[in-house]
């Protein structure tokens, strides 16, 4: 099911202060613009284990809780 990394993105936008500053450096860690990440955007496991690791070091966070 599609969706998984958009609900990741949109985890992001909805939890951080500086969402473009967050948005940047997470797209830096991960190697790709995760803006261009849409709902139609194919599941990729690599991908999300990425941008999971991504966003927790950015944010300072322990876990990511998603309901996928």
Known sequence: M???LKKLVD???ANSTFTN???????LKVG????EITAST???PELEKK???AIKEVMKLEKV????
């Open 2 to 4: 599609a969706g998984r």
């Open 11 to 13: 985890f992001v936008k």
């Open 21 to 27: 500053l967050t948005l940047a450096r997470i797209s």
């Open 32 to 35: 790709m613009d995760i803006n």
């Open 42 to 44: 194919p599941d990729d």
């Open 51 to 53: 941008l999971i690791q």
């Open 65 to 68: 809780e998603i309901k996928f």
